[in-house]
């Protein structure tokens, strides 16, 4: 799939170069996930005010796939719906590293999340691209406070997007 640059809404100084790639699993066409992929990444980059030129990869992928990532690399033998991979370490307040790092979802397992909370699949895909790039810039929820924090960005940036709230 081509790369998309995008840029951040308002005044923001941000450029993300993005590569999609569509591995396996049962995902909309690639035109429609180029346009959630652009308009959720710029959501949450506006959110979190970030500055800086930077890379950033998806990878569209499925469960047996991620089932081996996250086994590899987090020690848990079982899928999950995505997984963030950064280049670089980054503080939360900081410009953005030269490369973001990678981005992987699992095609069943966010489908099955989907229709389990009976919302659109293409909403679900917004807030996990969200979700995961959050983690490339440094939030994370292994916390109360953080995960407090890392939904609140979430929310807002979904609400950008007229999402509605998916913790409600």
Do not use: C, Q
Request: glycine letters at 6%.
């Amino acid at each position: 799939m081509p790369e998309d640059n995008i840029s951040g809404g308002g005044n923001l100084p941000v450029s993300v170069e993005i590569d999609i790639s569509v591995e396996a699993g049962n995902w909309p066409d690639e035109a429609s996930l180029t346009r959630l992929v652009d308009r959720a990444v710029e959501a949450a980059l506006t959110e979190i005010r970030a500055t800086g030129p930077s890379e950033l990869s998806i990878v569209f992928s499925d469960d047996a796939h991620i089932r081996t990532l996250n086994a590899d690399w987090r020690g848990k033998d079982k899928p999950t719906n995505v997984l963030s991979f950064p280049a670089f370490p980054h503080a939360k307040d900081g410009p953005l590293p030269p490369m973001l790092g990678d981005i992987v979802l699992a095609a069943e397992t966010v489908a099955r999340e989907a229709a389990l909370e009976d919302k659109p699949l293409e909403n679900h895909i917004s807030h996990l691209v969200i979700h995961g790039l959050l983690h490339l810039t440094g939030h994370d929820h292994e916390t109360d406070a953080e995960a407090e924090e890392m939904e609140a960005i979430e929310r807002a940036a979904l609400a950008r997007l007229a999402i509605p709230d998916p913790y409600a």
